[in-house]
């Protein structure tokens, strides 16, 4: 994806915009790669274990987040971007371990700052090395086109998270 594709002539631009505009691109394909990397996840997930993964969207379908998650995927035309021009390289480090313990501690600061609590999610032993991280050379399916990938992105999501301990709080118990 070149955002100068004959849509733009670079002549016609300042070096600060086609710096901003490079900038941009990069973002770009970054999030290209992250979403085709969960979905390629969950496309494998889904062929391993289509019971599994049917009911697991069953659970989820009724959640905001996952509903909300749906809009926005269908208003911003992921599924079209995701499946646009050669597929990108898998990117190993999506959702792993690490940034899955990123992602709590930023959650924790929300719920604090929201509700004034101290923050439930604690997945301090995330930090642990023992931990199992995902397979940094996973052989994963490519992409189906003209296949809903939204189910697929949320099913990689579940499959990347799968790598928190098994007594990880889950703020239910």
């Known amino acids: 994806m070149d955002l100068f594709d004959g849509r733009t002539t ?22 290209r790669a992250v979403l085709c990397t969960l979905a390629r996840r969950g496309v494998a ?22 509903k909300g998650g749906q809009f926005l995927f269908d208003l911003l035309e992921w599924e079209d971007f995701m499946i646009d021009g050669a ?27 929201l509700d004034g609590g101290l923050g439930a ?17 996973e052989q994963l399916p490519p992409l189906e086109a003209g296949f809903y990938l939204y189910q697929d992105v949320v099913l990689g999501c579940v499959r990347s998270a799968a790598s928190l301990p098994a007594d990880a709080p889950d703020d239910n118990d």
């Not at 990108?88 to 959650?107: E, F, G």
């Open 87 to 113: 597929p990108p390289k898998i990117l190993p480090t999506v959702l792993d371990v690490t940034s899955l313990n990123r992602i709590a501690t930023l959650l924790n600061a929300l719920k604090t700052q």
């Open 10 to 31: 670079p002549e016609a631009l300042e070096p600060e915009d086609v710096r901003v505009l490079r900038m941009v691109q990069g973002g770009t394909q970054w999030l």
């Open 45 to 66: 997930f889904r062929q391993e274990h289509p019971d599994r993964a049917r009911q697991i969207l069953e659970s989820l379908s009724a959640s905001p987040l996952y």
């Open 121 to 137: 999610i604690s997945w301090d032993a995330v930090n642990s090395p023992q931990l199992p991280l995902l397979d940094q050379t």
